[in-house]
């Protein structure tokens, strides 16, 4: 970055003088991508120094953080059965991967007590998701760089973690090292990540019908098929001690999907009545509804209307060179239609898209004019406020699910043009 930052000297055109170019200084730094570095690494230390401020002055709420570490001292103390790990809010509902981690937080914040110190650790993530993120929308071409002031502006997010210190945005920044890994062409290495972000915790399954895709068309059948036993294989590896013990408990706890969350955290169906939102029919539709719209994006959108030819395509060993952005959009897409049809969305759900939701817009409601920048910033506007909203409401809810709704037809009907 520095030598980038270095070669491009934007205060030395000649053709410029001193003032003229103090003046377009600004302009350039918010539209020229010659530029997105500089504009880059002024939000990433103006990052540094909020989350500083957050965690010095603005009270921890500890919601899952005791949680966390009594389920991992259960694991160092030589419990083995998933069914057997439990903190104060309840069982262990997390792979393999996310007691690893803990175990390290565990044993860096002495015993779980420095809840200080793991702040500045979730600062850390923080910052870095942010510098990941900011490579992904680099490789764009479709993204302006002052897109990136969007995504430091969240007051939820920074509370998601540096005030709460979820597991959520450690899984994710697995999953956006994955995605670039994936713009480099870096397919063992985007594998090896998202593996480890699986492990972590199961929302990154909603990247992989677009990472199956995109792995197939860009490789072609056996190979994808090796780089899935390869993802496989690390669950396995990682899984090891639980499998080879209680291989039960394990399966039945960290990938347990028939698990009905409480109606009192719910986000987006707050409209809803409780009984309905419990209930098994709900569930179904809501999956129902997530496997349509799942198949219309990979049969029209992704396969742009030759799903049977790429499937073919891919036993023959027929590859095609997908562009960055194709990428992003897919995997970007794939995850927003899990969220749209989420059974329930709790507020530390917030960070599974967030980052996302620029580009899903640019996207949705592409064009440079003004009145577009607009829209697209009243709608990133309207999400944060149906977050920030504590508890939940009924208007907040289905405005939520109204700018879901609105972004996701955006995004097929424009694919589609």
């Known amino acids: 970055m520095v030598s980038y930052l270095l070669s491009k000297r934007p205060f030395l055109h000649a053709s410029m003088d001193i003032t003229e170019r103090i003046i377009a200084f600004p302009r350039r730094l918010l539209f020229d991508r010659d530029y997105f570095w500089y504009l880059a690494s002024l939000l990433l230390v103006g990052e540094l120094v909020f989350n500083g401020l957050i965690i010095n002055k ?17 694991f160092l103390d030589g419990e083995r059965d998933y069914m057997q790990l439990r903190g104060d809010t309840g069982p262990l509902v997390y792979p393999a991967g996310f007691v690893y981690v803990y175990s390290a937080l565990y044993y860096l914040t002495d015993l779980g ?22 490579a992904i929308y680099r490789q764009s ?73 995109l792995l197939w068309q860009s490789l072609g059948a056996w190979t994808t098929l090796f780089y899935l036993c390869v993802i496989a294989g690390i669950q396995v590896g990682l899984a090891y001690p639980f ?41 179904n539709a809501l999956l129902l509804g997530h496997i349509m719209v799942l198949f219309l ?29 194709e990428i992003i959009i897919t995997m970007f897409t794939s995850n927003f239609i899990g969220i749209v049809f989420a059974r329930s ?17 640019t ?17 990133l506007i309207i999400i944060e406020f149906c977050w920030l909203t504590f508890p939940s409401t009924e208007a907040s809810s289905w405005s939520l699910v109204t700018a879901h709704a609105l972004i996701l037809v955006g995004l097929f009907v424009k694919a589609n043009e």
């Open 141 to 213: 071409k479709k993204i302006p760089p002052y897109t990136l002031i969007l995504l430091c502006i969240s007051k939820r997010l920074h509370s998601i973690y540096v005030l709460r210190c979820f597991n959520d945005p450690v899984a994710m920044l697995f999953m956006y090292c994955c995605i670039l890994a994936m713009l480099h062409r870096r397919w063992l290495a985007s594998c090896i990540l998202y593996s480890a972000a699986l492990s972590i915790k199961m929302n990154v399954l909603l990247f992989f019908p677009a990472f199956g895709v």
């Open 58 to 74: 603005v009270a921890y709420t500890e919601i899952d953080w005791v949680a966390y570490m009594q389920e991992v001292k259960g």
């Open 297 to 325: 994006f990979v049969a029209f959108v992704w396969c742009k209307g030759h799903l049977i030819r790429v499937f073919i395509d891919g036993f023959q060993n027929k590859r095609r060179i997908i562009s960055v952005d």
């Open 113 to 134: 007590n420095n809840i200080r110190l793991a702040q500045y650790v979730f600062a850390g993530i923080y910052v870095a998701t942010q510098a990941i993120v900011f």
């Open 363 to 379: 996207r949705s409601v592409p064009g440079k004019s003004l009145s577009k920048a607009v829209i697209r910033t009243i709608v």
């Open 243 to 283: 499998l080879t013990t209680y291989p039960g408990s394990y399966m039945a706890r960290a990938f347990e999907f028939s698990r009905v969350f409480d109606y009192r955290w719910t986000v987006n169906w707050r409209m809803v009545d409780e009984k309905v939102f419990v209930s098994r029919e709900f569930a």
């Open 345 to 361: 969305l709790h507020y530390q759900f917030y960070s599974w898209y967030f980052h996302c939701l620029p580009y899903l817009l």
